[in-house]
C-alpha cells in the first residue's frame, strides 16, 4: 500500500465518523505512524477504534477479538517494566 491508499478517521461536524485520505485529512509532517504512538495515544485509537467498529456494525466478534488483542498488550509484563525497547517492541507489534 502507497501513502495516498492510506486511510484515516475523522469525525464529521454531525458527530459521525468517515474514513478519509490521509493525504486530505492533514499535512503529512504531522502524522504518527503507529510505532511511534505513546502509549496514552495508543490507548485513546484503541478505544476510538472499537467506538467506531460497533457504530459501523462490526461483527461483535471482531470488535471484542480487537478488544482482547489490546487488553493483553496493555497488560503484558513488559508494557509494565522498566525497559523502554520493550515497550516500544508491543507498540510495534500491534
Not at 484515516?8 to 493525504?23: K, N
Not at 459501523?56 to 517494566?81: C, M, Q, T
Amino acid at each position: 500500500s502507497t501513502d495516498n491508499d492510506m486511510l484515516t478517521l475523522l469525525q464529521t461536524g454531525d458527530s459521525l465518523h468517515a474514513f478519509v485520505p490521509i493525504a486530505s485529512a492533514c499535512s503529512k509532517s504531522t502524522m504518527i505512524k503507529d510505532e511511534d504512538l505513546s502509549w496514552e495515544e495508543f490507548a485513546e485509537a484503541a478505544h476510538r477504534l472499537t467506538t467506531v467498529m460497533r457504530e459501523n456494525d462490526w461483527p461483535e466478534e471482531w470488535v471484542d477479538n480487537h478488544i482482547k488483542f489490546w487488553l493483553a498488550l496493555e497488560s503484558h509484563p513488559w508494557r509494565h517494566g522498566h525497559c523502554e525497547i520493550s515497550k516500544c517492541a508491543l507498540l510495534a507489534y500491534q
